[in-house]
Nanobody, 122 residues
Framework: QVLLVESGGGLVQAGGSLRLSCAAS????????MAWFRQPPGKERVIVAG??????GTYYAGSVQGRFTISRDNAKVYLQMNNLKPEDTAVYYC?????????????????WGQGTQVTVSS
């Protein structure tokens, strides 16, 4: 079993930055593909960024390309968010799946954190 715990959310003005962290415990973290998803109120959960288990490849949704950066170390995965916009407001979730490849569909993930709220004011 893997436990994921997100932190780093908060309230920020448009143009500001936040860094989300997802701490993993339990199973060997490096064997998991990891991703950040977000879910605005009343909408579905969608992928924001993903990173392979080896850390050798990443993916970004078009809406965050050039503003967000996903990275990982031996125990955590991070999401650096710059130039935040009001449309980035959502609950952000860290997801992990067994295997080296990340998938776009949240149903393909085996482990989830509890989520952290990000609110961007205009």
């Amino acid at each position: 079993q893997v436990l994921l715990v997100e932190s780093g959310g908060g309230l920020v003005q448009a143009g500001g930055s936040l860094r989300l962290s997802c701490a993993a415990s339990g199973r060997t973290f490096s064997s998991l593909a990891m991703a950040w998803f977000r879910q605005p109120p009343g909408k579905e959960r969608v992928i924001v960024a993903g990173i392979r288990g080896s850390g050798g490849g990443t993916y970004y949704a078009g809406s965050v390309q050039g503003r967000f950066t996903i990275s990982r170390d031996n125990a955590k995965v991070y999401l650096q968010m710059n130039n935040l916009k009001p449309e980035d407001t959502a609950v952000y979730y860290c997801g992990g799946r067994r295997g080296t490849e990340f998938f776009m569909n949240p149903n393909d993930y085996d482990y989830w954190g509890q989520g952290t709220q990000v609110t961007v004011s205009s």
